[in-house]
């Protein structure tokens, strides 16, 4: 195991590399700092994947560059050329097929690939999920009758296959049977359809049936009336909007702690034409960084590259990024963040689709990582109980408690709890009481207490129930409050919040759980101030019934408030008749209590 650097790191950029005792790479990795990058592996607290990897390792070696893009680059190619089992990063991407265009060849032929080379070919993905390539080259053979299969086209086959039969290809396999200017027409048809460029497709085969109609080609007229129709089809199909012309690629990211969502757009001309997606967990790196090197790992090894790149999120390397695929391209390629605009809007569906992909397939408990060093929790919390109060003026104070673990809300664990020890309104007081009766109850049963418990509130709602729950356990589990306007994190008696990104995760996931108690304390609450309201004292006015005590009380709130409102109020609420009722009765209720105290 690796406790410490060999040797004292340079403060230097350039890339370091983990060893296992063969001394084969676990791990390549490139900073800016070496000395600082590098004493982050060796921290006390460090994720599970840094400790497995220093339990691996035994040597830890340093290559110093002249400058941060050279260990940029350095680091790029040690990795394709060691391929380490730690750089778990798109370590598969070559196994996503393209779509293969032999463009170099007599006949070109759209081929299924997974390998691409630098062969002059046109390559085209990679396709996630897999069965996008393999649909692609079916529309390729069935509607442009482009080749397909792997057989020689030497003009050596003397009799045509099936697909001729079909009308699914020309059969250039034979010699002689279509012209290589006429078949090459074709091939560009089908890298106009590759491209997404359906729009000039469209136009093209327009201006082709025009043509082949005025010869009087009638059957080539109506193949390519036929085509027109299915690249319509095809181009129809795209619905996201225009973020600007030519070939952009789109990518956001979704996650916290060490699991992660990146999904990606390619567009081309405005149409989305494929898409990608990827799902991290445990991963070392994390938000921004991430995206960088999910970035790097994918336009290392791209035969194609973009003319831009638009990114969620800003992180440090965009600009050596930027460079990096301006050299491979040959001209500018510019990675943005966008703030407004068409370009921003996709950026804001792809954020969408990855929270939902998240939520759908990523343990929720995973999410709450951040939570652990912020909130000196022992791991991250599989239970939480969050308390939320609800009152009307004092009035029908009720106390909510409700339960998330398992990944979701336990709406068989909620409780709520009518305060009996507070009149009026004391927030502190009613947390603090509520707090006290439900983990008294809790030790008294034997139940198990939470990993962490939330309150819906700020400073002093947290050490008002903080003190209640130190006074009945020794040692009782973390608490935090949940401030609803900043949305801060606040531990009992610590006058600084924890402030976690507003897009954060962890914070979302705490927010819907305080949301929830919210609503369950509101909805009891209602109902113990309807059903004391249908006690009120109001009904005992003569000539006074269910719907006018309630309209008094819906204006008033309290009994209270309606004996003290003057008649022109009372008139607005509930009109003069009945108004005169409730002041002659609340002046009654007044003398018979002055003459109770004389009496005294």
Same mark, same amino acid.
Request: glycine share 8%; charged share 30%; aromatic share 8%.
């Given at each position: ?255 916290? *702690?060490? $699991?992660? !969502?990146?999904?990606?757009? #390619? &567009? /081309?001309?405005?149409?989305?034409? %494929? =898409? ?23 336009? *290392?090894? $791209?035969? !194609?590259?973009?003319?831009? #790149? &638009? /990114?969620?999120?800003?992180?440090? %390397? =965009? ?25 921003? $809007?996709? !950026? ?253």
């Amino acid at each position: 195991m690796l406790d410490h650097p060999p040797q004292p790191p340079p403060s230097r950029p350039g890339c370091y590399i983990f060893r296992d005792a063969k001394k084969r790479p676990l791990y390549v990795g490139k900073a800016k700092n070496l000395r600082a990058r590098v004493s982050s592996y060796f921290q006390s607290e460090v994720p599970l994947k840094i400790r497995r990897l220093r339990q691996q390792a035994t040597d830890l070696e340093f290559i110093v560059t002249a400058s941060e893009w050279e260990a940029f680059l350095l680091e790029n190619n040690l990795i394709k050329q060691f391929k380490p089992r730690f750089n778990t990063l798109l370590k598969d991407d070559k196994t996503y097929p393209y779509v293969k265009l032999t463009v170099k060849d007599r006949y070109p032929k759209a081929l299924f690939t997974r390998r691409p080379e630098k062969d002059g070919a046109l390559y085209y993905g990679p396709f996630v999920p897999g069965w996008q390539a393999k649909k692609n080259l079916r529309i390729l053979q069935e509607h442009f009758r482009v080749v397909t299969c792997k057989d020689p086209l030497d003009g050596s086959r003397l009799r045509p296959c099936l697909y001729y039969e079909m009308g699914q290809c020309y059969a250039p396999c034979i010699k002689g049977r279509v012209p290589p200017e006429q078949y090459a027409a074709v091939v560009e048809e089908a890298r106009l359809f590759l491209e997404g460029r359906t729009a000039d497709l469209r136009e093209e085969l327009h201006g082709r049936m025009l043509a082949a109609a005025r010869r009087q080609d009638y059957e080539q007229a109506a193949h390519y009336r036929d085509l027109e129709r299915a690249a319509e089809f095809l181009g129809g199909r795209q619905s996201v909007a225009r973020p600007g012309e030519g070939h952009w690629e789109c990518f956001a990211l979704y996650g916290g *702690g060490e $699991a992660w !969502v990146i999904h990606g757009f #390619v &567009v /081309v001309d405005g149409k989305v034409v %494929d =898409r990608r997606r990827w799902r991290f967990d445990q991963v070392e790196l994390a938000g921004e960084d991430l995206l960088a090197a999910v970035l790097t790992r994918l336009y *290392g090894n $791209a035969p !194609v590259l973009p003319d831009g #790149v &638009v /990114v969620s999120h800003e992180f440090q %390397d =965009r600009p050596l990024l930027e460079r990096f695929l301006s050299e491979r391209k040959g001209r500018r390629v510019r990675v943005i963040r966008p703030r407004r605009g068409e370009r921003a $809007a996709l !950026v804001a569906t792809l954020v969408e689709n990855a929270r939902l992909e998240f939520e759908a397939h990523v343990d929720p408990s995973t999410v709450l990582g951040p939570l652990v060093e912020s909130l000196g929790l022992e791991g991250p919390p599989r239970r939480i109980e969050c308390f939320d109060i609800s009152h009307s003026h004092g009035e029908a104070t009720v106390a909510s408690c409700v339960v998330w673990a398992e990944g979701r809300m336990q709406k068989s664990d909620y409780r709520h709890f009518n305060i009996k020890s507070v009149e009026g309104i004391d927030d502190f007081a009613s947390m603090a009481e509520v707090v006290w009766r439900r983990y008294m109850r809790l030790v008294e049963e034997g139940g198990d207490l939470p990993d962490l418990v939330l309150i819906d509130g700020g400073p002093g709602q947290v050490n008002a129930a903080h003190a209640a729950l130190v006074r009945l356990l020794p040692n009782p589990p973390p608490m935090a409050g949940l401030a609803k306007r900043e949305e801060w994190l606040f531990r009992p008696h610590e006058p600084a919040p924890v402030v976690l990104p507003k897009e954060s995760p962890a914070l979302r996931l705490l927010q819907q759980i305080r949301d929830e108690a919210h609503r369950f304390a509101v909805a009891a609450h209602r109902r113990r101030r309807s059903k004391a309201r249908m006690a009120s004292p109001l009904l005992g006015v003569p000539g006074i019934g269910p719907v006018t005590a309630k309209k008094l009380l819906r204006t008033f709130l309290t009994t209270s408030a309606v004996k003290e409102a003057t008649e022109e109020q009372l008139v607005r609420a509930v009109g003069r008749a009945a108004a005169r009722k409730v002041t002659a009765w609340a002046k009654g209720e007044a003398a018979e209590k002055e003459s109770a105290a004389g009496g005294e």
